[in-house]
């Protein structure tokens, strides 16, 4: 299958799938953590999605992309860290956390490929690698 968007990639998929499982869980959170915990750890795990099509759309320079795929990583382990809080504060299952931090861990696993080896992302019109 010939990748057309990042929605086509593998780690997108499983990233947003974590953002959902994380959306879903984080419904039961107390009403305090609205503002708190519940918003930052949906807001990081979105971000690994949304970045993601941002360093897609920045393919063209090397530089940009590995910039953006990075972003992605950090915010995969910000919300790694959510997961542990969560978990330490009563608000998911010892189950709950072992497979979020699972996904989290595939999810990093995949993008540290990409930084690792940028070129087989690279659009094919890539004009430089400095820029």
């Given at each position: ?19 959902m ?8 959170f107390?009403?305090d ?32 992309f ?15 860290s ?22 989290c861990?595939?999810?990093?696993r ?22």
């Amino acid at each position: 299958m010939r990748i057309q968007s990042a929605k086509d990639l593998t780690v997108y998929k499983l990233a947003y799938k974590l953002a959902m499982d994380i959306f879903e869980l984080t419904k039961r959170f107390p009403p305090d953590e609205k503002f708190a915990l519940c918003s930052q750890i949906r807001r990081s795990s979105r971000s690994v999605c949304l970045n993601l099509r941002e360093a897609w759309a920045r393919r063209r320079y090397k530089a940009h992309f590995l910039s953006k795929l990075s972003d992605c990583d950090g915010e995969n382990s910000e919300t790694d860290s959510s997961v542990d809080f969560a978990q330490d504060c009563g608000y998911i299952s010892g189950e709950q956390h072992e497979q979020l931090v699972a996904q989290c861990a595939e999810v990093g696993r995949m993008l540290g490929g990409m930084i690792r080896k940028p070129e087989s992302f690279l659009a094919a019109d890539n004009l430089t690698s400095d820029v």
